[in-house]
């Protein structure tokens, strides 16, 4: 039996298995002595994300973990213990989006992002901080993205839950304040990960035209962000920019030309109709302009 008082901390990667998580964990790894858990459903990610940890020279232990089963950090929490380790600082980088309109997607898969990407980040914080505050040290780096400054149509509940990723954050930064303590989110524009492909993101025009950052890149200013006790990181020029315009101009003027980025010419009209949206509104302005269709 482990006795508390030889418990190693260690650095818990959540959604290590691939992007800037698994990035995150290779920067972590750097630190003397690291010890780095990594948290996937993966077992090839896994795999492969410690394989780089350990070239990194860190030590390192794996976890195949679905986030979403109910007790999920209750069996992460168990896995440290039985392994004679602590959480000295939870990283959170798992989640997902979709693109398309929220009355078209499939409804379970937009109420996913909900349950992973807010509900399970959430659990996973909530969880740690009170041992990390009993201790005074360690802290928490969530990752959020550049869509949590603006409202995201096409991309509603993505949007939103980086939103929360982001308030959340910061909220608890403040209320850590002295504590030793520290939360930070890291605010990324869009980064050269498989996630802009599965979510259908890469296929829409304001994706195609922002400059994309590198994993390495992003995680390294995360990290190091993280440990000067940062509130905010936003890696890269063009995402300051976009957040200093997502704050300075109105959402009556950020809303529609978002909507129109995110949208492609050929994507079906929110009524449910088959059309194209650009046929429907057609069709629309006809029936208005002449009474009929």
């Known amino acids: 039996m482990i006795m508390q008082s030889e418990f190693r901390p260690a650095a818990v990667v959540v959604g290590a298995s691939r ?5 995150i964990a290779k920067v972590a790894a750097r630190e003397r002595g690291a010890v ?4 996937a459903r993966s077992p090839e990610g896994l795999a492969a994300a410690a394989a780089d940890v350990r070239a990194a020279g860190g030590e390192v232990f ?13 069996r992460l929490q168990d896995f440290l213990s039985a392994n004679g380790l602590y959480c000295d600082v939870l990283v959170n980088s798992a989640g997902y989006g979709l693109r398309g309109a929220a009355t078209l997607l499939p ?24 041992a990390m505050a009993a201790r005074g040290r360690g802290g928490v780096l969530n990752l959020g993205s550049i869509a949590g400054f603006a409202p995201g149509p096409n991309m509603a509940l993505y949007y939103a839950s980086k939103a929360f990723v982001r308030f959340f954050s910061e909220a608890l930064h403040q209320e850590l304040r002295g504590t030793g303590v520290t939360v930070t989110c890291v605010a990324p524009g869009p980064v050269s990960t498989e996630f802009l492909e599965k979510s259908g993101a890469s296929r829409a025009t304001l994706f195609k035209i922002l ?22 990181v936003v890696p890269g020029i063009s995402a300051k920019l976009i957040a200093l315009a997502a704050a300075l101009l109105p959402s009556a003027a ?16 929110p009524c449910g109709s088959g059309k194209t949206f650009k046929e429907c509104r057609r069709l629309r302005h006809r029936a208005m302009t002449t009474g009929g269709p």
Not at 36 to 39: S, Y
């Open 211 to 232: 400059p994309k950052l590198d994993s390495d890149y992003v995680a390294e200013r995360a990290w190091r962000g993280f440990k000067s006790g940062r509130r905010l």
């Open 36 to 39: 780095v858990v990594l948290v």
């Open 19 to 23: 992007g800037i998580g698994r990035a």
């Open 62 to 74: 794996t976890l195949e973990l679905d986030l979403l089963v109910a007790d999920a950090s209750a």
């Open 107 to 130: 409804i379970k898969d937009q109420l996913g992002i909900i349950d992973l990407n807010m509900r399970a980040l959430g659990d996973l914080t909530l969880s740690f901080l009170p």
């Open 254 to 269: 950020t809303l529609p030309l978002i909507g129109r980025l995110q949208r492609r010419s050929g994507d079906p009209c």
